[in-house]
């Protein structure tokens, strides 16, 4: 069993950080976990910008959240960047292309046009 | 679904929509069969919805957030021979003891049975999603049992989110401990 002892440890690390307020981040990865999400591929998804994230010290400043079905669910895995008043609309998301996401655009600063919903509708 | 576990993790967010404070996951398996159980103490069904909630072409705009989730796992249980049953009380009426409880079972010597898959990056992805819900998940399996308990870890981290990317991973670390031994990564 994995110690306690770890986990006092997180917390004291923790404590010397300010701790991130929702809504407070820059970006925000809102991806798509409804029963279609789930169902095309939106678990694996959510998973690699959590750990993509963590991995590249942005926890403070990107946010991951889930949201439901918002109602194109051909298009599922769906994932929107949000960055103030601008959403980017990625469609038929993988592993991957989260990984991509993450870099080009995140980082970057470079949305991925191929990936959006204005492409995928051509 | 592929995996049950993506059945759980859809029927799970049920319950958080359903602003459950606290919800249970217990997965019992023999030999030949797997029950699945998922319990909330959140606001609970009407007798009537409770009736219909089983019908996907009964879903209207309004309750969409139930929809396709419940009858999917539904047809993964009874095409293996088994069974899904829903029980709800609704807050209205049972303000002490509101809440739903779903329970699949499954033969899983049956040609149909889905496999369980990574439950684990579903734990990790409900934490994630719904960090102020807290989630009991219990595997009882011959001889054995995996359990995490998230009011237990709350109590140690005070409040640091369970959300923070070191405690998800703690939380798949010591799942994938409990499962396989030494820790190695998944997914």
């Known amino acids: 069993m994995k110690s306690l002892e770890e986990l006092k440890a997180i917390r004291e690390r923790m404590q010397n950080k300010v701790i991130l307020r929702e809504g407070s981040a820059e970006k925000r990865i809102v991806v798509g976990m409804a029963t279609c999400g789930i169902a095309a591929g939106a678990r694996p998804v959510l998973n690699t910008f959590v750990e993509e994230i963590a991995n590249r010290g942005l926890t403070g400043s990107v946010e991951v959240s889930q949201t439901g079905c918002i109602g194109m669910c051909r298009f599922e895995p769906i994932v929107e960047v949000f960055e103030g008043d601008e959403r980017v609309t990625y469609v038929l998301i993988d592993p991957a292309k989260a990984k991509e996401i993450v870099e080009k655009h995140i980082v970057g600063g470079k949305p991925i046009v191929e990936y959006t919903i204005g492409a995928a509708e051509k | ?187």
């Not at chain 2, 404070?21 to 019992?28: P, Y």
């Not at chain 2, 069974?83 to 209205?92: G, K, L, N, P, V």
């Open chain 2, 1 to 187: 679904m592929k995996e049950l576990s993506l059945n759980i993790l859809d029927i799970a967010q049920n319950s958080i929509h359903a602003e459950a404070g606290f919800v249970e996951i217990l997965l019992t398996e023999t030999a030949e069969s797997l029950k699945l159980e998922i319990k909330d103490d959140g606001r609970g069904m009407s007798e009537e919805f409770l009736n219909r909630v089983t019908d996907p072409f009964s879903t209207t705009r309004t309750t969409r957030k139930v929809g396709m989730g419940l009858p999917l796992l539904k047809l993964a249980a009874e095409q293996t021979g088994g069974y899904m049953t829903i029980t709800s009380r609704e807050r209205a009426l049972y303000p002490e003891t509101h809440g739903t409880e779903v329970t699949a079972f499954f033969y899983k010597t049956h040609l149909d049975f889905t496999p369980l898959g990574d439950v684990i990056s579903t734990v990790v992805s409900l934490v994630q999603g719904s960090p102020e819900v807290d989630f009991l998940y219990r595997h009882t399996m011959p001889g054995r049992e995996v359990e995490l308990d998230t009011r237990m870890l709350r109590e140690v981290l005070g409040d640091v989110p369970l959300s923070s990317p070191d405690v998800l991973m703690w939380i798949r670390e010591s799942l994938t401990e409990q499962y396989y031994g030494e820790a190695e990564q998944s997914e």
